[in-house]
Nanobody, 126 residues
């Protein structure tokens, strides 16, 4: 089994920063790709960023490029999402996800991911 546990969410003012963490445990040896998604109330879950665990290549949604950074720490088995210059419309539950498939291109859609965390709330006040 695989467990993904997010942390680091909270309340921040517009323009502020937060760093989310996602700790992996269990059978993680074949989790080739990690991703972050977010879901605002009444909206679909949307892609934010992804990273290939081996090699570290990354992909970002256009809306977060230049402001968010995804990274991983192999020793800690943890993936991070550094979020800067946050905007009120980015208020959402942020989810960590893992894919056990090796995709040629980093996946950006929810069906490509096999495991999900419980989510962490990020609220950006104006």
């Amino acid at each position: 089994q695989v467990q993904l546990v997010e942390s680091g969410g909270g309340l921040v003012q517009a323009g502020g920063s937060l760093r989310l963490s996602c700790a992996r445990s269990g059978r993680t040896f074949n989790l080739y790709t990690m991703g972050w998604f977010r879901q605002a109330p009444g909206k679909e879950r949307e892609f934010v960023a992804s990273i290939r665990w081996g090699g570290g290549s990354t992909a970002y949604a256009d809306s977060v490029k230049g402001r968010f950074t995804i990274s991983r720490d192999n020793a800690k088995n943890t993936v991070y999402l550094q979020m800067n210059s946050l905007k009120p419309w980015e208020t959402a539950v942020y989810y960590c996800a893992a894919s056990a498939t090796f995709w040629e291109q980093l996946p950006t859609t929810t069906p490509a991911y096999d495991y999900w965390g419980q989510g962490t709330q990020v609220t950006v006040s104006s």
